[in-house]
Each structure stands twice: as structure tokens, then as C-alpha cells.
């Protein structure tokens, strides 16, 4: 097998990936038998359909078949048949078939196949090629127990081979090529589903954080006009002032557009977070509450909207922060609409052992009882057009999905609607990240 014609297993990944509606039902299989005459009746007994004449009953009530003149005919499925009688030819008929995204659902393999390896090691090199395919063992001697194979192939292949001792009887065969084929296209469509799935919930993902940029954009617009406002006053002033006066005006004016700056970078990060900043990364656990209070200052003093937290500068756990600041930001937004003009939002941090623990509490009217259950649902809302029902289903996708912790939505004993955020401090597992 030459190297310049193997592919890695993530390009061939990806390529089943990028064409896989392209593949429709698949009935190739690839038969590896070095004995003619048992080739010969894989080539009979799957490569040519069978027509059988319908039956009917005579008018005596016995059976007889039904005239050549306009018959019609039974017919077996007809399989897409290969058949090689080496292990090297069969390697090269894998290779080709996954560098032509012309993959075979099965293949019957003979564990015996005389000098070189045998029809096993041959399965596991075919294992490492193409991901998918189905195998079947067939051999007239018992040289491995089925426990010495599923050692060889490995635990996580338990589910792709079968075993089949000769003599076979056509029946055994069949059944076999239907069941093998079957469950390969099954596989097909359900990672097709897959990924039809995700790509809709990246849509849905991207249009409730739009919602939120859309929201946050108003302020960051007005903190962006008081302070070109603020710039264009000092540059006046200092056009008129002393030497001394001028100086003074630039140092403001520069500090006025560093604070511009930091303004655009939170935002930027809430609109467009790169995927380097998605991962997880160990941040001081006020960080991203503090991000979001900033990005969201305008609309709670425009609310009048008072916000007490507790400040910790110690406490850190391994997080996406910009994750974390879309939870904060939606959970603010949520807690405004049930305030209406004014309000009060009390927010905690405290360190729970191996946890991180956030609490936001509004002091709006709460959350009816009879839909506390459901506020999590995508597309459940209360707002009618006004809402996308996302908002909370998304917080809680990133703090349980994505961070592995807990997202509880409550009423609070005395007033108001509760969340609660526990992340883990230390991220143990892999994150999926989207």
C-alpha cells in the first residue's frame, strides 16, 4: 500500500463527513476467499437476483403456477459483489473504495486464507481504514475462540464483526449480507440525522445570541456616544487652554479611548467569541459576572435597576469565560423583563468545595409554578413574539453540557425568581464545547 495514497483516518472522517448525502443505500459487499469454488457460490448466491413465479390456487382448490403470459416475478435483492482471494488484494480494494467514497457495507472474510496473515489480522488492518465497515468471519476450523477475537479487534469494534462456521447453508449467508448491510445504512442515516441536528441547533444558538448582542448594542452605543461626546468637549477646551491645559486634555482623551476600547473587546467577545476563547481556561470566578455587569451597565441605570454582589478576587475555577458571560447577560435580561421600570438583583459567589456557586435573584413577581419546570424548554416563553424561548435553554446547555456543572431555576422563598450556577473548579473531562 503506498504511502502517497493512504489518508489519515481524520481526513477520511471528514470526507465521509462532507459526502454523505451523497451515499445512497449501500449493498456493496467485498468477499475475501482463496478457494474457487466457494467464491463461485458467494458470486451465485449474492450477485444474481432470484425470480420465483406467484402461486395461485387452481379452481380445485389445489396449487399450480401461474402462466409465463403476463407472470410476475418475485425478486430477491441483488447485492454489489467484489471477491478477491489474497489479503493484499483485499487491502487495496478498502483503500480504493474509501479513497473513491465508494465504501462496501460488509464483507465475509475466511479466517484461513493460506500463507501470509491470516483473514483476523486481516480485519483489524481493514478496521483501521474505513470506520464503518461490517465483517464477517467464515472458517470450517475453530483456530480462535470468539474471545481471543474480540481481544484482537478490541473492545470498541465489538459491535462491527460477526462469526459464521462452514459448512453455511445459503439461508445463513443471506441472512448475514441483509443483517450487515442493514445495520450500516441505519448507521449512515442516524449520523446524518447527527448532524443535520447540529447544524440546526448551531442556527438556533447563533439567532439567541444575536438576541442578546442586539440588547447589549444599545448600550455599548450609548456608553460609545457619551464618550465620543466626552472626547470632542476635552479636544475643544484643550484647543483653547494653556500648554499645560493641553496636555492634561490629551492624557483624558487617551484614557477615554482605552476605555472605548475595553468597551469593543467585551463586546466583541460576547458577539463573535473565537474558538480559542471558548476553551476552557482557569479565571478568577468574578470575571465573567464582571464582563457581563459592564457590558450591561447602560440598561441597569436606563432601568434603574440596582445590582448588589458580592466581590471575590480569589476564588477561580476552569471555564469559558465568554460562555459564562452569555448565561450572565441572558439571566440579567430575563431578570429586568420580569421587573419592568425598576428593581433590585442580588447576585453571590461562594466557593462549594470541588464548586463554584452563583446566585442571581431578581425581585420581580417569580416564576408560577405550573411552568417552573418547563422555563428551560427551547422555544418555551412567556414573552409571545417578543420571545425566543432559547435564552434559558441556553444557559443551561453551557453550565451543564459545556461545563459539566448544574443550572436550577427556583422561586425564592421571600421574593422573586432564583437561579443557581455551580461549575466545577476543576474541569476533569472533556467539554463539548460548540
Known sequence: MSSERAKSLQEIEEQ?????????????????????????????????PIQQRKQRRSSRGGMQKMAS?????????????DIVHTAEDALVRIEDSVDENRPYA????????????DGIELVREIFSMDSDINCVFVTAYQDRSVDSIHDLL????????DYLNKPFSDGEILQKARSSISLWNMRQQRDLKQQELSEAR???????????????????????????????????????????????????ILKACETATGILEKFNGLAKPSEEKKKHQSILAMQPLNEALDLMSHQL???????????????????????????????????MDAMGESGRIDISLKDDGDWVEYRVRDFGPGIPEHIIDHVTEAFFTTKGNNGTGLGLAI???????????????????QQGAEFVIRVPKTQAWEGKSE
Open 106 to 117: 460488509m464483507a465475509f472474510v475466511d479466517v484461513l486464507l493460506g500463507e501470509g496473515k
Open 16 to 48: 465521509k463527513k462532507n459526502k454523505l448525502r451523497d451515499v445512497s443505500y449501500n449493498r456493496r459487499i467485498l468477499v475475501v476467499e482463496d478457494e474457487p469454488e466457494i467464491a463461485d457460490s458467494y458470486r451465485r448466491l449474492l450477485g444474481q
Open 202 to 252: 448551531s442556527r438556533l444558538l447563533s439567532s439567541e445570541r444575536m438576541v442578546s448582542v442586539a440588547a447589549v448594542a444599545r448600550g455599548v452605543g450609548h456608553e460609545f456616544g457619551n464618550i465620543l461626546l466626552h472626547i470632542m468637549g476635552r479636544a475643544e477646551l484643550s484647543r483653547m487652554g494653556e500648554e499645560e491645559d493641553m496636555k492634561h486634555g490629551l492624557d483624558v
Open 395 to 413: 444557559c443551561r446547555e453551557i453550565v451543564e453540557i459545556e461545563h459539566g456543572g448544574e443550572f436550577v431555576v427556583k422561586n425564592h422563598c
Open 154 to 161: 478490541g473492545q470498541e469494534n465489538s459491535n462491527r464483526w
Open 69 to 81: 403470459a403476463g407472470s410476475e416475478s418475485l425478486e430477491r435483492e441483488k447485492f454489489i459483489i
Open 301 to 335: 441605570m436606563s432601568f434603574e435597576v440596582n445590582i448588589t454582589a458580592n466581590e471575590d478576587d480569589v476564588l477561580t475555577c476552569e471555564a469559558s469565560s465568554h460562555s459564562l458571560v452569555q448565561v450572565f447577560v441572558n439571566l440579567i435580561m430575563n431578570a
